[in-house]
């Protein structure tokens, strides 16, 4: 199911079985956050604005996913340093072995993937 020149969701997801090509840009949805958050399947970019606080993000469950999807979490406010960015799985997934990874430098971001499973790797 394509909508193609429209705003709406499509019911479908589109799959492409083999190599595609795309000759323009790429554009992925971006969401910027400035208090704790569940981030959605449907996220990509998570900006997290740290100028005023810390921020708790919670993954999706890893097996309400496909395998390879991918979040990037980003410290927009650039003060993580002072107000840590905690990421967090869904009940028992964990991201390279652990509940967290705690962004805590000026700016940081890490990119994440899932197996679909239960687990999270950092790119």
Same mark, same amino acid.
């Given at each position: 199911? @394509? #909508?193609?020149?429209?705003?709406?969701?499509? =019911?479908?997801?589109?799959? @492409?079985?083999?190599?595609?090509?795309?000759?323009?840009?790429?554009?992925?949805?971006?969401?910027?956050?400035?208090?704790?958050?569940?981030?959605?399947?449907?996220?990509?970019? &998570?900006?997290?604005?740290?100028?005023?606080?810390?921020?708790?993000?919670?993954?999706? #469950?890893? =097996?309400?996913?496909?395998?390879?999807?991918?979040?990037?979490?980003?410290? *927009?406010?650039?003060?993580? !340093?002072? !107000? !840590?960015?905690?990421? =967090?799985?869904?009940?028992?997934?964990?991201?390279?072995? #652990? !509940? *967290?990874?705690?962004? *805590?430098?000026?700016?940081?971001?890490? #990119?994440?993937?899932?197996?679909? &499973?239960?687990?999270?790797?950092?790119?």
């Amino acid at each position: 199911s @394509i #909508q193609v020149g429209s705003t709406g969701t499509p =019911s479908y997801t589109l799959s @492409i079985a083999g190599a595609s090509f795309l000759s323009g840009a790429v554009v992925h949805k971006r969401l910027q956050v400035s208090s704790d958050y569940t981030v959605l399947a449907a996220d990509y970019y &998570v900006g997290v604005d740290t100028a005023a606080n810390t921020v708790k993000l919670t993954l999706p #469950q890893a =097996s309400a996913l496909i395998g390879g999807q991918t979040f990037v979490v980003k410290d *927009e406010g650039g003060v993580a !340093n002072i !107000n !840590n960015i905690t990421i =967090s799985g869904s009940g028992v997934d964990v991201i390279d072995g #652990q !509940n *967290e990874v705690i962004l *805590e430098s000026p700016y940081a971001s890490v #990119q994440l993937y899932c197996n679909g &499973v239960d687990k999270y790797f950092n790119c």
